[in-house]
């Protein structure tokens, strides 16, 4: 997968944006990943594997190249992404990382031409509305099946 997608970075004041896999830092991605709140206790090895098989955008602090944020694209380059497991550590937000995140995805060279993106959110509806993302036009045409969904946990996303 690595050799179908080259490396690209993007560099905005003090964070750069890259698609570098060898610079993702697992421990960071898991660290958020198992306390969010779609994916509670996630297991390293699955979200290592996720990683592998997507497309995936890491934000880092360009003076000592600490990851801050993270979005991976499930993709197949040609008609469809969804759009997965974004975040900005705490200490980072509010300063436009994930809306700039959001604009780099949009306008990677590898993902254009879509047909359609899609993502599923609690509560940041206006981060993603402001990079064109809307409530799904006819819901009636959707459908989605969770096997893994937990009844009891009172968990979502
Ligand atoms: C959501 C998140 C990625 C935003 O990161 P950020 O770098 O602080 O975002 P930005 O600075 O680019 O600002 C986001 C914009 O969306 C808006 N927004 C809407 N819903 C939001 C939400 N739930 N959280 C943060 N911002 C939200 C903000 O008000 C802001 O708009 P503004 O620039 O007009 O003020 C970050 O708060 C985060 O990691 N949250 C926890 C994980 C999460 O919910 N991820 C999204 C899963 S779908």
């Not at 003076?63 to 497991?85: K, L, N, P, S, Y």
């Not at 980072?92 to 959110?121: C, D, F, K, N, S």
């Not at 937990?150 to 996303?157: A, F, Q």
Request: hydrophobic share 40%.
């Amino acid at each position: 997968m690595a050799e179908y997608e080259p490396t690209t970075e993007w560099r905005r004041g003090a964070w750069v944006v890259s698609t570098d896999r060898e610079k993702l830092q697992i421990d960071v991605v898991h660290g958020y990943l198992t306390r969010s709140y779609w994916a509670p206790g996630i297991a390293r090895e699955k979200v290592q594997r996720s990683m592998d098989a997507s497309s995936c955008f890491g934000v880092y602090e360009a003076a000592t190249g600490r990851q801050v944020g993270f979005a991976r694209a499930i993709t197949d380059f040609e008609t469809f992404a969804w759009i997965g497991d974004v975040f900005v550590l705490e200490e980072a937000r509010g300063q436009g990382l994930a809306t700039w995140l959001m604009e780099v995805i949009l306008a990677h060279p590898r993902l254009q031409g879509l047909r359609r993106w899609v993502l599923a959110t609690r509560d940041a509806h206006g981060l993603y509305r402001k990079v064109g993302f809307r409530a799904v036009e006819k819901p009636e045409e959707y459908m989605e099946r969770r096997p893994m969904r937990r009844i009891s946990s009172g968990n979502s996303g």
